[in-house]
């Protein structure tokens, strides 16, 4: 049975930016080099947020990177060794203005496992209550509220492409009214 690590023999920071940094890493794999590029992400947290009356909140955003408008869960990343349940809370705050009482935690997704480190932390968020939104000087959203049945329909008509939200609705179908 062939060994499963890959051993880092040497990393070069190519790309130090405010969000991500990028690097060339040579890595022993089987006795043998190989490259590999790595981009490193701080991680962040995503938040399924459930109305009383079981609508689930979803934001539509633009994405610079992708030239398009999003339809997504609440998500943000996280602020160095943040707690990711601290991070979710915070993020749905200030980009729904609610709050929840009770949180319940979905698990950890990784995003591009083959060329980044990033993961989400995935939880629903129920029992709501409204406050302010809290943007950040370079975001805007819309929100939206959906039922289940109608958020099937958008992901049939691939409305909704990001993988957090994909992942994290279909772990809190469960605990969806």
Not at 58 to 85: F, S, W
Request: proline share 3%; hydrophobic share 40%.
């Amino acid at each position: 049975m062939r060994d499963m690590i890959e051993r880092t023999l040497s990393s070069d920071m190519k790309f130090d930016g405010k969000l991500i940094k990028v690097t060339y890493d040579m890595a022993e794999v089987n006795g043998k080099q190989a490259w590999r590029e790595v981009v490193h992400h701080p991680g962040a947290s995503a938040v399924v947020a459930v109305t009383d009356d079981g609508k689930i909140v979803m934001e539509k955003q633009y994405r610079y990177a992708l030239q398009q408008t999003l339809l997504e869960i609440p998500a943000g990343k996280l602020d160095g060794d943040e707690d990711p349940l601290v991070c979710a809370k915070r993020e749905l705050e200030e980009e729904t203005g609610y709050r929840a009482s009770t949180w319940i935690p979905l698990g950890t997704i990784a995003t591009s496992a083959g060329f980044c480190n990033e993961v989400i932390h995935l939880y629903v968020a129920k029992d709501l209550s409204s406050g302010q939104v809290h943007w950040d000087e370079d975001e805007y959203v819309e929100l939206e509220y959906y039922t289940v049945d109608e958020l099937l329909r958008v992901i049939q008509k691939e409305r909704i492409k990001d993988t957090k939200t994909l992942s994290a609705l279909l772990l809190a179908m469960p605990f969806i009214k």
